[in-house]
């Protein structure tokens, strides 16, 4: 049998991976996250403990599965849930103002299948797998409906709903009662869901029933877990899913983040990220998550240290990393790892990092506060329009870049730029000689510090940008920090390629 890993550190993932959920078949578990307006779409991960969770590929690769054209930040693909059931693993997930739909595969790392889309308003939809053979679509009330969790029968084949919607369950009493579970253990049927918004008031909430369209009856202790109005390292934490071990042991994993704090107030800018914590069941038989509805802070002693997750990608191979994404539906011409083996091939378009849409850009999740990111760069630009280099990205209007671009004095050079809402500017740049540089940065919770290596090998620090004008609580959105490799031509194509030789994510703790 499998058991927990004791001790164990959260987050068990790191970064942008929120509205975790999954499933177990035999001695493995599956899981996914949301993945808004980045490609490929919905990440899965296979772990054998619960604790140490290896990426294995996605859930959305193609444009059949992935509307992504035009598509706002923090739209896209919102809180998927995984189920496994008679052999195939099936994901269900809102694409945001287009619809519902789930894919299917007999193999958690795919292909999976193409979209059997919905008629199923409102968002977060659920499965769940009854004994008797019926399957359930739970989700969100549609915006001509009354708030709550509404529910039908369907049919998994064809994804045709089988019976009229009904209204299950309104929640608790916190506002937007949203991405429902249910559970049968014991033949009684648990309705978990997450109320109070995906913000400082977030928690969970449960109900049960004898029947899966009830009357449900909520726990009366309600939220099983929560950590608003406290001062716990860990906030908005919320939208759990559950699972029992082999073992019988129960455990919850859940979204959460990690706020700095400032001066009369806080911010988190590495997004929501998962974490993972014990359940036990009360004699009345109601499921409670941590301590009484707290993460334990002895999870998250810094002493034990979490998987490095040290990266050095030297790309080599034919396929990007699976730690890599695009924004939105990529053009296929814009890059290669092919055109110069060895290298990453960037062919900026008119595209910009300002633009609701898809720039010739690569980029991973910052995962640690601190930690350090260079790449060799190879670009020899014609045009002052032309630039390529490495950002911090939030969203369109929220990034800072360190680049090289042409200017018709100086010649090729290197710029530092920080956009922050409608303003922007740059803030330094400097003539720069040779065609290769080292572009860098080094991060801790406060701040971004850029740097750049001549050819001669010295390094010259070049500005910074606060993590605070970064963070959702400046920028907006649902998401979390990126740091990308880019390239654009500002408006027209560029003229000559971006070559990436290596990129270097190195934590600090």
């Not at 993945?35 to 290896?54: A, E, R």
């Not at 249910?182 to 449960?206: C, D, F, K, P, S």
Request: net charge negative.
């Amino acid at each position: 049998m499998t058991s927990i890993i004791a001790p164990y550190k959260n987050p068990v993932i790191p970064g942008f991976y929120p509205d975790p959920s999954l499933c177990r078949v035999g001695s493995d578990y599956y899981l996914v996250t949301s993945s808004f307006q980045y490609s490929p779409g919905v990440p899965i991960f296979h772990s054998q403990d619960l604790v140490n969770w290896t990426q294995i590929g996605h859930c959305l690769t193609n444009k059949r599965q992935l509307k992504l054209d035009g598509c706002g930040s923090s739209l896209g693909n919102w809180a998927p849930t995984l189920r496994y059931h008679n052999g195939r693993f099936y994901m269900i997930i809102t694409t945001v103002y287009i619809g519902s739909f789930f894919v299917w595969s007999e193999k958690p790392e795919g292909p999976w299948s193409d979209p059997v889309w919905l008629d199923w308003p409102g968002i977060d939809p659920s499965l769940f797998f009854d004994e008797d053979g019926r399957v359930y679509i739970t989700g969100t009330s549609g915006p001509e409906e009354s708030e709550g969790i509404y529910q039908s029968e369907i049919d998994i084949e064809t994804g045709e709903i089988l019976t009229k919607r009904q209204l299950i369950w309104r929640g608790s009493g916190g506002y937007a009662p949203e991405g429902p579970h249910m559970y049968r253990v014991q033949g009684v049927y648990y309705l978990m869901i997450a109320e109070g918004g995906t913000e400082y008031g977030h928690m969970v909430t449960i109900a049960r029933s004898n029947s899966p369209y009830g009357p449900y009856e909520g726990n009366p202790n309600n939220p099983i877990l929560s950590h608003r109005s406290t001062n716990h390292r860990i906030q908005a934490a919320g939208h759990a899913d559950l699972v029992q071990m082999e073992d019988n042991s129960w455990w919850a994993l859940f979204l959460g983040i990690r706020p700095v704090s400032i001066p009369f107030g806080r911010y988190h800018h590495l997004g929501r990220e998962t974490f993972l914590a014990p359940v036990h069941w009360t004699q009345e038989g109601w499921p409670v998550i941590g301590d009484e509805g707290i993460l334990n802070e002895k999870l998250l002693d810094p002493t034990f240290q979490h998987e490095e997750l040290i990266d050095v990608d030297e790309f080599a191979g034919n396929e990007l990393k699976f730690c890599w994404n695009f924004l939105r539906n990529p053009q296929r011409s814009d890059w290669s790892l092919n055109e110069k083996p060895g290298w990453l091939t960037l062919h900026g378009s008119a595209v910009t990092l300002n633009d609701i849409g898809s720039p010739a850009f690569v980029g991973r999740r910052q995962q640690h506060f601190k930690c350090q990111v260079s790449t060799l760069l190879s670009f020899d630009p014609t045009r002052e329009d032309e630039e390529a280099g490495l950002t911090v990205y939030m969203d369109e209007k929220f990034h800072y870049e360190i680049a090289i671009t042409y200017d018709s004095s100086l010649g090729r050079k290197v710029i530092l730029r920080r956009r922050i809402g409608s303003l922007w500017k740059i803030e330094l740049e400097s003539a720069l000689e040779g065609s290769d540089v080292v572009l860098g940065l080094e991060a801790d919770e406060t701040k971004y510090s850029f740097y750049y290596v001549k050819s001669n090998g010295e390094r010259v620090a070049f500005g910074s940008g606060e993590c605070a004008f970064l963070s959702t609580e400046v920028a907006g959105g649902f998401t979390g920090v990126y740091f990308g490799l880019y390239a654009t031509g500002n408006g027209k194509p560029c003229t000559v390629p971006a070559y990436f030789d290596w990129f270097k994510y190195i934590p600090q703790g």
